[in-house]
């Protein structure tokens, strides 16, 4: 039943999931052309808020038209919400910085939005953010036997990028666009480390002050779920946004039980490193592939040529899907069946 997961999830014997997701918004996903998180960049601050209640309640309410793509592939949260509905796991969304909050019920850290790398601080009061989401997985802790982490940051990625950087680890990152606007990001990341005077590996021993400085508000609040959570199992599910939040575990001296787990559309772009950097960093990743190509949606089909990819926990809910007996078809359906009620 788990052939469409690579490798097959033999080792997971989960008796209670329970499924996060890390909501923010950042002034570096205003820069033109960097992230495809939205039919257009005047509505890129309402796709975490909209995708949360796309999942939640199956509509969005913040703003009429569901997120999608500019090409128009409907936002990941489709598979989200397919593999939860299939599942029945309980979920929950945390604001860690949003603009626009959705109208649903949510967990708060207490972040702020993020600013423009290039020219503010990434993230403020990094420390509050994370002690108050080390406090929320000690408590989740007590519920679950493994949870799984997603996030929708929109231009994510530059972020995850920077940091990467700051930690001196030279890794590739991919993109909601189908041709990845490597040159906006590493314009962006460039400038934003020259006008803090950061070079390459810098930060490597002081990763917090990498968030700070670089990162998103979603980094501090994963890491400190994480490390509330201490040894229940955490998959975080995400492409390489949640592989830069691994490379901050390692250098935070989070001592867990983490893993990750995406899609295949990250895993095969050849614009990033998701499977060689998470394999350096020593974690192991699952790979889900819903099998799109099949699919009678042209959306979803469009999945195949690279736009979306991943975002919303997408390549951790069929994860969880999989290990708990829900098959590719299965899953591909209820998506399809989502699409038709949505869009």
């Known amino acids: 039943m788990n052939y469409w997961i690579k490798p097959q999830p033999l080792d997971f ?22 992230s495809a998180a939205g039919r257009s960049p005047d509505v890129i601050d309402y796709t975490p808020a909209g995708d949360a209640e796309l999942v ?47 109208k649903i019920p949510l967990l708060d850290v207490g972040a702020k939005p993020g600013g423009d790398i290039r020219t ?11 002690e108050n989401s080390v406090e929320l997985g000690r408590q989740i802790k007590r519920l679950s036997d493994c ?17 990467l950087k700051a930690l001196g680890i030279n890794a590739r990152v991919s993109s909601s666009y189908p041709e990845n606007p490597l040159n906006i990001k590493e314009q962006t990341v460039e400038e934003a480390l020259s006008n803090k005077g950061i070079s390459f590996g810098d930060l490597k021993d002081d990763p917090m002050r990498a968030i700070e400085y670089f990162g998103d508000p979603m980094m501090p609040c994963v890491c400190g779920l994480v490390k509330g959570l201490g040894d229940t199992t955490s998959v975080l599910a995400g492409g390489t946004q949640m592989m830069a ?8 001296g989070i001592n867990s039980d983490v893993s990750i787990a995406t899609t295949k559309f990250v895993a095969e772009d ?28 042209p959306g979803l089909r469009m999945y195949e040529s690279g736009d979306v990819k991943e975002g919303v926990g997408a390549g951790g809910g069929m994860f969880a899907a999989g290990i708990m007996g829900i098959g590719q078809d299965e899953l591909r359906d209820q998506v399809e069946l989502i699409c038709d009620q949505v869009f």
Do not use: W
Request: charged share 15%; net charge positive; aromatic share 6%.
């Open 13 to 34: 014997n989960v008796e209670h999931p329970f499924f996060l997701c890390v909501l923010s918004n950042t002034d570096t996903a205003k820069i033109p052309g960097i």
């Open 56 to 102: 939640t309640l199956g509509r969005t309410i913040c703003k009429s038209e569901p997120p999608m793509t500019p090409a128009g592939s409907p936002t990941p949260a489709v598979i989200t919400r397919a593999a939860l509905q299939l599942t029945k796991i309980p979920f929950l969304f945390i604001n860690s910085g949003l603009r626009v909050i959705p």
């Open 120 to 130: 503010a601080k990434g993230v403020l009061d990094v420390g509050l953010i994370y």
């Open 147 to 163: 949870v799984i982490i997603g996030e929708s940051v929109p231009a994510g990625t530059t972020t995850a990028m920077c940091v």
């Open 245 to 252: 939040v691994l490379a901050l575990i390692k250098h935070i």
């Open 270 to 297: 050849k614009t990033a490193s998701f499977l060689e950097t998470v394999s350096d960093l020593g974690f192991k990743s699952y790979i889900s592939d819903p099998g799109f190509n099949l699919s009678k949606n």
